[in-house]
């Protein structure tokens, strides 16, 4: 048997769609399925249309699938919308009294039932039950799923909601369908985990003691996410009274010793750019996510894109070395994050890791265990490593170009930083030959920072063609490649998390042997084809762009190649 | 023992000569002797422009930071090391101009910072033109036809903003200012300092000798800062009497103070464990 | 004649049912209409968040601008051509954490715009974090331990800024509202009014019913807005009873007025002059 | 009789350099013959040390240049630093009583003479004086100067700084001077002007309308000639609280009607990014001039760079499409900031404007007359070019992306505008369809936008090697390909004033049939050169880079390009 199912569940924001979502998520995950799920909701806290969408499935998955087998209709508009996406057998289950006319549909009165059971609110929970047993769940899992998700609420939910999700169980339970499946309880095959959580662990993992942010769709559930653990670790988070307060606060945090970071989304990543150069040529080390959504301006506020590469790059008057990275999937953003503190902190540079709507938002397995690190260690030098402690330069010159960084009020050693051009001791200067000097000191350190840039991925990298992208695109190329591989294409892909310093020698390795590459991005001018353009001596072919602020369905990826392949 | 000497720089000051600057220097040398904070120990913090210039020109640990943004740094590093003694350094045009809204969501905090701003009522370093705490009416090579926004008033509008320690130093005056100053520091909270500074350059009507003919301080007639309205009706005084001195004072906890965890340490001396990290990312 | 309904929008209101913002909208369709204003004539600008979503739920010029940018890009619109009605819907996110140095600056200027803060105390449209105006303590998702920096009351700080029209209204009082909006667009020059908004999904503190118990119309005991220190002493009662209505109002010449060559015309119907530049490009 | 001689006045900020070049500049103008002339200074108002250099010569200059042949040092610390430029039979001119142990130095009592004649305060003008005497100028010319440049400070003071002059000119007259040589009365070759005043007449025969900026090197002086001109024109000029409401004004002066720019420097820059996306989605159109100085942060407030480009084109979150324009001289800027006007007002887009401080701040020679145009083209629409008044639709869907665009109450068209992705009527949208939609009719400008690019212009173009450069190094970069053809290297450029949309086409051509071509820019990472890697076929062979501050010398150039001949 191979399963692969997708449910979606549609209705107005605020008629608890998450929760049935959450449900189900963790009955698949308590029952050995793999699963990813995505969200789609509108900028209003009321009303209108939103979706939760999940895929299940025996084998991994990391991308949302174009059909659907089972449409949760919690109103008249979803159903409107997407019953043409249901696939052959699929099947749409609403609320309702009658029998519907359509046969590929079912009503069940969630409300009545929920108000027999667990009370009115509850007519969601009476849904998520009803689709489990179709999909052939075992009750048992079920019980335990909410029996846990409303411990904190006390035994009277619990019991209430519990008794709406036999009433739906029941409800459901005799009608036959297509693809319900055997399910067996077993271990599951890895944490849940979107990537908003996963950067906000990354970080504590990474010892980050401060961050300050302005709130911004989509970057505000890592800050959210930090928020909630604060009190367990020695790490304030702060809401600043606009994003440059922010980014000043922690690079002044940075100053003064503590690891810090912000996140935010394009408008705020704008009003942060001075602020980026500031860390840039006072080598203040800093961390900043930047979650990706449609522009320019306020563009969509809770949809998706990757089109803000080439501004994170280049951002702020004049050069000065930077990481930039783009994880591609909650568990890379994890590992990505408390990298990025990690050689922020090494190199005395700001890190940006990019991300997106998508990615944050969405839920995924991750298979490996996230680990924290016994130690995490720091670059900070005291008067004990220095000879003389009275003479400390901060930005003596080195051949690294990397030069010992000690932090204010801590013994002997005056720490003194300036955002004009300096001596070696902090002071300004209006030298030209400082000037160079210190050019020259901060761009020796790209040397380095190369040697700490991963190459992108690959995945079946010997095949004719290939597919290139990054970020969080991965999951839906390779699966177009799979796709591709089955129709009988030779076709492999490579994906980037690591952008910059840019790996160009990897690169031209990783496009050596095929005969043609095309890009697979989610804007409209193909920034990362540009810049591997202006990089590398190699020239992309051809692009599959989308840029409707959803993320890519693998199938749409395989599509836009074949064209090319015609 | 610090002596005033113990801060000197041999840095090149680029001050115009004749500057109020100058004042506003001594007496903050004075301030940090007198109360015996050596500069190992003491960390500055400006934006930019003239003012902003300060922190090099005495031995200190220093963040010569963005126009405007030295509030929100300094908060940063007080909230990373809240055991800092952090003076800031602004002008006119930083503090009130381009960093406006953190000086309000400074003070709202009551962040523990000692913020002296050299009010010139002009902008020093970029030749001329009006800042806003200008005269309406002064006339610039930008404003030829005069200023035509109303002055901004600093002492007035940070006692709206509920601010704890609000007062006003006159860089003619430097030993009471230090003495200001002192009292700023040991303020646990917000305090602002409002210095009447003038700029030989470019302001020829809030003059040195204006600025003699009218200040006066409070404390010569015993005024006592604990009153509201008081305050605020002095803070509007501008003309023939122009007070100087504390105007209000009121001890409330400071942001870090409120901050629980930091009753116990520093966040930077917290401890880093890795049982917690593998506990949170466990309690899914 | 214009009547409410011409004011009508066909677009979809993404507000929450209940939500204080339906009140505003009302009072500002009631005040335009009592004023004889077409939406033709009428320009609305705003920046984001809920209350920023408002112009387009009535018909009327618009522009929907950034987060927290809404009056600079008014004042632009203004100086431009100074003919223009402009109302600004804003929040108190937008208008007093994000915006606050333009909110700072746009009083000072006295700029004729009528603005309205839909003040809920709390950020809407991004689920509930606290905002500038929200109560110290007040617990959120991101304020766990409650907020710690003090209630910005924009009242006072509108009326130590100099502001010349500085009101309350109440969300859930739309015809004293529509007056006061009706008052705030015949006063030439920069009119706030802090609009009393609840926000029925984030803010469970000022509810509708919070909000009915505590507040009076200023205008019922017979109160003449003309007394700065009075005016401050009522934006600062905040509790039992909570004053609605014009705190103060002052006369003064707004920004354009200020600007000699608009009397003449404005500045979108000048005449370009070939000459006058063939002039200036030889007057070296 | 060949002229090419440098004249650097050295001394502290406030002794009154400016004034001595002024005199210098104007008299070799109406003696007929061709100068520029640089400033440099400190970011201070008294001390330090300034110095301005003037070049003369009876052919068009358009560079400094590095050897000088006279140096005014109008203090010690003047004398000590230039000195050895001074070139073989160049001298200094000093304030002095005794007679300089030097015999390259000439000692003269300015300020006594200056007590005697004009008062102290004409120090600097009896050196002025003997400069020119020591040049073989004539005096009556240096008294008609003198006259017109004091005219407006009345009879006493003309006749005091008239007295002053002769002074020096009487001391310093029968010093024999090996660079002296024949000057005469004649037409001046055009007008003396800098690249500030440049693009504030551009402006105003742009028409514009209004202008808002906040103070910051070396843009301010544009927004200084334009407050200073105001009064004769339908203009406003506005000092914004920062740079975020300066470019918020001008966003909203312009969708109300008026033409209307803002001038900056890269800090400030960035505080308008943001605001540039808002004009990009809204399609306000603005002009922004970004006047280059070393960054990042402060970097160095009164010096020069070119180190913007990248980031200026890729500004702000999301794509849309701008114009970005770097002119090469003053009468280029002129002409280019009337363009981007009009530019932007056609396709409704921002145009940006790259400066630097060297442009901004030195004086050039304009031979071809400035001219305004009679007619100022608007495109603007109003309710009598509307079918129906009534229905207009802001963002109209056209084949050329260009929709009409009118004005707020200016008839019966609504006008709805919206920084979110939005309709054609200019309300908010969540629709994909309509986000792909207006995503590709902003996109669809470019086509029509490239049209109106310049091809980058080239200067003995058929040459074997090429030097390739953008905005203000041009002169510089001409005369470094004068040099090496004069060494037998057969050199050209290729100097770009517009930028952005990539004129790619027209870059191919130009370097067809070169052998291989070189970068000349004033930053560290060839950012030019790496754009048109990314927008060309073709690649750079080695880059001659200068990012001390300090404006281009020629000779600089030259001996780059021969280090990669050899
Ligand atoms: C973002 C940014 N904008 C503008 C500037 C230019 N700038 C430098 S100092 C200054 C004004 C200084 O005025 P003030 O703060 O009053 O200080 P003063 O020089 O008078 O002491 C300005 C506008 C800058 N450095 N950065
Ligand atoms: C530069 C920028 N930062 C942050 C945001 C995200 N954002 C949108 S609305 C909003 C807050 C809204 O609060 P408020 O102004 O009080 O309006 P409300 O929704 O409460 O009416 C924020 C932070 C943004 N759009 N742009
Ligand atoms: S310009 Fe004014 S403030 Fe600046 S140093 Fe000179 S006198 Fe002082
Ligand atoms: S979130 Fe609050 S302010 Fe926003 S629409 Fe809902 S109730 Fe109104
Ligand atoms: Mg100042
Ligand atoms: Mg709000």
């Given at each position: 048997?191979?399963?692969?199912?997708?449910?979606?569940?549609?209705?107005?924001?605020?008629?608890?769609?998450?929760?049935?979502?959450?449900?189900?998520?963790?009955?698949?995950?308590?029952?050995?399925?793999?699963?990813?799920?995505?969200?789609?909701?509108?900028?209003?806290?009321?009303?209108?249309?939103?979706?939760?969408?999940?895929?299940?499935?025996?084998?991994?998955?990391?991308?949302?699938?174009?059909?659907?087998?089972?449409?949760?209709?919690?109103?008249?508009?979803?159903?409107?919308?997407?019953?043409?996406?249901?696939?052959?057998?699929?099947?749409?289950?609403?609320?309702?009294?009658?029998?519907?006319?359509?046969?590929?549909?079912?009503?069940?009165?969630?409300?009545?039932?929920?108000?027999?059971?667990?009370?009115?609110?509850?007519?969601?929970?009476?849904?998520?039950?009803?689709?489990?047993?179709?999909?052939?769940?075992?009750?048992?899992?079920?019980?335990?799923?909410?029996?846990?998700?409303?411990?904190?609420?006390?035994?009277?939910?619990?019991?209430?909601?519990?008794?709406?999700?036999?009433?739906?169980?029941?409800?459901?339970?005799?009608?036959?369908?297509?693809?319900?499946?055997?399910?067996?309880?077993?271990?599951?095959?890895?944490?849940?985990?979107?990537?908003?959580?996963?950067?906000?662990?990354?970080?504590?993992?990474?010892?980050?003691?401060?961050?300050?942010?302005?709130?911004?769709?989509?970057?505000?559930?890592?800050?959210?996410?930090?928020?909630?653990?604060?009190?367990?670790?020695?790490?304030?988070?702060?809401?600043?009274?606009?994003?440059?307060?922010?980014?000043?606060?922690?690079?002044?945090?940075?100053?003064?010793?503590?690891?810090?970071?912000?996140?935010?989304?394009?408008?705020?990543?704008?009003?942060?750019?001075?602020?980026?150069?500031?860390?840039?040529?006072?080598?203040?080390?800093?961390?900043?996510?930047?979650?990706?959504?449609?522009?320019?301006?306020?563009?969509?506020?809770?949809?998706?894109?990757?089109?803000?590469?080439?501004?994170?790059?280049?951002?702020?008057?004049?050069?000065?070395?930077?990481?930039?990275?783009?994880?591609?999937?909650?568990?890379?953003?994890?590992?990505?994050?408390?990298?990025?503190?990690?050689?922020?902190?090494?190199?005395?540079?700001?890190?940006?890791?990019?991300?997106?709507?998508?990615?944050?938002?969405?839920?995924?397995?991750?298979?490996?265990?996230?680990?924290?690190?016994?130690?995490?260690?720091?670059?900070?030098?005291?008067?004990?490593?220095?000879?003389?402690?009275?003479?400390?330069?901060?930005?003596?010159?080195?051949?690294?170009?990397?030069?010992?960084?000690?932090?204010?009020?801590?013994?002997?050693?005056?720490?003194?930083?300036?955002?004009?051009?300096?001596?070696?001791?902090?002071?300004?200067?209006?030298?030209?030959?400082?000037?160079?000097?210190?050019?020259?000191?901060?761009?020796?350190?790209?040397?380095?920072?190369?040697?700490?840039?991963?190459?992108?991925?690959?995945?079946?990298?010997?095949?004719?063609?290939?597919?290139?992208?990054?970020?969080?695109?991965?999951?839906?190329?390779?699966?177009?490649?799979?796709?591709?591989?089955?129709?009988?294409?030779?076709?492999?892909?490579?994906?980037?998390?690591?952008?910059?310093?840019?790996?160009?020698?990897?690169?031209?390795?990783?496009?050596?042997?095929?005969?043609?590459?095309?890009?697979?991005?989610?804007?409209?001018?193909?920034?990362?084809?540009?810049?591997?353009?202006?990089?590398?001596?190699?020239?992309?072919?051809?692009?599959?762009?989308?840029?409707?602020?959803?993320?890519?369905?693998?199938?749409?990826?395989?599509?836009?190649?074949?064209?090319?392949?015609? | 023992?610090?002596?005033?000497?113990?801060?000197?720089s041999d840095i090149e000051n680029t001050w115009c000569p004749?500057c109020?600057n100058f004042?506003?220097l001594?007496?903050?040398?004075?301030?940090?002797?007198?109360?015996?904070?050596?500069?190992?120990?003491?960390?500055?913090?400006?934006?930019?422009?003239?003012?902003?210039k300060t922190?090099h020109y005495?031995?200190?640990?220093?963040?010569?930071?963005?126009?405007?943004?030295?509030?929100?740094?300094?908060?940063?590093?007080?909230?990373?090391?809240?055991?800092?003694?952090?003076?800031?350094?602004?002008?006119?045009?930083?503090?009130?101009?381009?960093?406006?809204?953190?000086?309000?969501?400074?003070?709202?905090?009551?962040?523990?910072?000692?913020?002296?701003?050299?009010?010139?009522?002009?902008?020093?370093?970029?030749?001329?033109?009006?800042?806003?705490?200008?005269?309406?009416?002064?006339?610039?090579?930008?404003?030829?036809?005069?200023?035509?926004?109303?002055?901004?008033?600093?002492?007035?509008?940070?006692?709206?903003?509920?601010?704890?320690?609000?007062?006003?130093?006159?860089?003619?005056?430097?030993?009471?200012?230090?003495?200001?100053?002192?009292?700023?520091?040991?303020?646990?909270?917000?305090?602002?300092?409002?210095?009447?500074?003038?700029?030989?350059?470019?302001?020829?009507?809030?003059?040195?000798?204006?600025?003699?003919?009218?200040?006066?301080?409070?404390?010569?007639?015993?005024?006592?800062?604990?009153?509201?309205?008081?305050?605020?009706?002095?803070?509007?005084?501008?003309?023939?009497?122009?007070?100087?001195?504390?105007?209000?004072?009121?001890?409330?906890?400071?942001?870090?103070?409120?901050?629980?965890?930091?009753?116990?340490?520093?966040?930077?001396?917290?401890?880093?464990?890795?049982?917690?990290?593998?506990?949170?990312?466990?309690?899914?």
């Amino acid at each position: 048997m191979s399963v692969d199912i997708s449910v979606k569940i549609g209705g107005e924001a605020g008629q608890g769609i998450q929760t049935v979502g959450d449900i189900l998520a963790r009955v698949c995950l308590k029952c050995g399925l793999y699963l990813m799920a995505i969200n789609d909701f509108e900028s209003r806290i009321r009303g209108g249309h939103s979706f939760f969408q999940i895929r299940i499935s025996d084998k991994p998955v990391n991308a949302p699938n174009h059909g659907i087998n089972l449409l949760l209709a919690l109103d008249k508009k979803s159903f409107d919308l997407h019953e043409k996406e249901l696939v052959k057998g699929g099947i749409s289950l609403m609320e309702g009294v009658d029998t519907p006319a359509k046969k590929n549909v079912i009503a069940i009165p969630f409300l009545e039932l929920a108000k027999e059971s667990g009370g009115k609110i509850t007519s969601n929970i009476v849904a998520a039950g009803a689709c489990l047993a179709l999909l052939g769940a075992p009750f048992g899992v079920i019980r335990e799923v909410i029996t846990e998700g409303f411990a904190s609420k006390g035994k009277d939910i619990v019991e209430k909601n519990l008794n709406a999700a036999n009433a739906g169980y029941e409800a459901a339970g005799k009608i036959s369908y297509k693809f319900a499946f055997k399910w067996k309880v077993s271990r599951p095959r890895g944490i849940l985990i979107d990537g908003s959580r996963a950067i906000a662990l990354g970080a504590l993992a990474a010892d980050c003691r401060f961050a300050s942010f302005y709130p911004m769709s989509p970057a505000t559930g890592i800050m959210a996410h930090l928020a909630s653990a604060a009190n367990e670790f020695p790490l304030v988070v702060e809401q600043a009274e606009d994003e440059i307060s922010a980014v000043n606060m922690i690079i002044g945090a940075s100053f003064a010793g503590a690891r810090a970071m912000t996140a935010t989304s394009g408008g705020g990543f704008c009003l942060m750019t001075e602020g980026l150069g500031l860390s840039g040529i006072t080598e203040t080390p800093i961390v900043i996510v930047n979650a990706q959504r449609p522009g320019p301006a306020t563009g969509m506020a809770t949809r998706t894109a990757q089109a803000d590469l080439l501004f994170i790059i280049n951002a702020s008057q004049d050069e000065f070395p930077r990481f930039v990275f783009a994880p591609g999937s909650p568990a890379e953003a994890f590992e990505t994050t408390s990298r990025a503190f990690h050689l922020s902190d090494k190199y005395q540079v700001p890190a940006i890791i990019l991300v997106d709507q998508y990615l944050n938002d969405s839920l995924f397995i991750a298979e490996k265990a996230l680990k924290a690190p016994g130690k995490v260690k720091r670059f900070i030098v005291s008067d004990n490593d220095l000879k003389k402690p009275a003479e400390y330069k901060r930005y003596a010159l080195t051949n690294s170009g990397i030069s010992p960084r000690a932090i204010p009020c801590n013994g002997r050693a005056i720490v003194m930083v300036s955002g004009n051009e300096h001596k070696e001791d902090g002071h300004s200067s209006e030298s030209a030959q400082t000037r160079i000097e210190m050019v020259n000191k901060r761009n020796a350190k790209v040397v380095k920072m190369l040697f700490e840039i991963n190459p992108p991925e690959t995945y079946f990298p010997g095949s004719k063609i290939l597919l290139a992208g990054w970020g969080s695109a991965k999951g839906a190329i390779r699966e177009a490649v799979d796709m591709l591989r089955k129709d009988g294409i030779d076709a492999g892909c490579v994906n980037f998390n690591d952008l910059w310093p840019f790996p160009a020698a990897a690169t031209e390795k990783a496009f050596l042997t095929c005969e043609k590459f095309y890009m697979v991005e989610q804007n409209s001018t193909v920034q990362l084809g540009r810049l591997i353009k202006e990089q590398t001596a190699l020239s992309y072919s051809g692009a599959v762009l989308k840029y409707d602020g959803r993320p890519f369905y693998p199938v749409e990826i395989a599509d836009g190649i074949k064209k090319y392949m015609r | 023992m610090v002596s005033i000497k113990d801060y000197d720089s041999d840095i090149e000051n680029t001050w115009c000569p004749g500057c109020g600057n100058f004042g506003i220097l001594a007496a903050m040398k004075d301030a940090l002797a007198a109360q015996g904070i050596p500069p190992e120990k003491i960390l500055i913090i400006s934006g930019i422009g003239q003012a902003a210039k300060t922190p090099h020109y005495l031995k200190c640990n220093l963040f010569h930071a963005l126009h405007g943004r030295a509030l929100p740094l300094a908060t940063g590093a007080k909230i990373a090391n809240h055991e800092l003694t952090i003076l800031v350094n602004s002008g006119d045009g930083d503090c009130y101009g381009e960093g406006g809204n953190h000086f309000m969501h400074a003070v709202r905090r009551n962040i523990d910072l000692t913020v002296l701003v050299h009010d010139n009522k002009v902008y020093g370093l970029t030749k001329g033109q009006a800042s806003p705490t200008s005269d309406e009416g002064m006339i610039t090579k930008i404003q030829s036809d005069g200023v035509l926004s109303e002055t901004f008033n600093p002492l007035s509008v940070a006692l709206a903003l509920g601010a704890g320690f609000v007062a006003r130093g006159f860089s003619g005056k430097a030993e009471h200012l230090s003495k200001i100053i002192q009292e700023g520091i040991k303020h646990k909270g917000f305090s602002l300092v409002d210095i009447l500074q003038p700029c030989v350059s470019f302001n020829n009507i809030n003059t040195f000798d204006w600025y003699r003919k009218r200040v006066y301080a409070l404390s010569e007639e015993g005024y006592i800062p604990n009153d509201f309205n008081k305050a605020m009706d002095l803070s509007k005084m501008w003309g023939d009497k122009i007070p100087i001195g504390i105007l209000y004072q009121k001890e409330k906890p400071s942001y870090t103070d409120k901050i629980k965890k930091l009753k116990e340490s520093t966040l930077i001396s917290g401890e880093y464990s890795q049982k917690k990290v593998q506990n949170a990312i466990h309690s899914l």
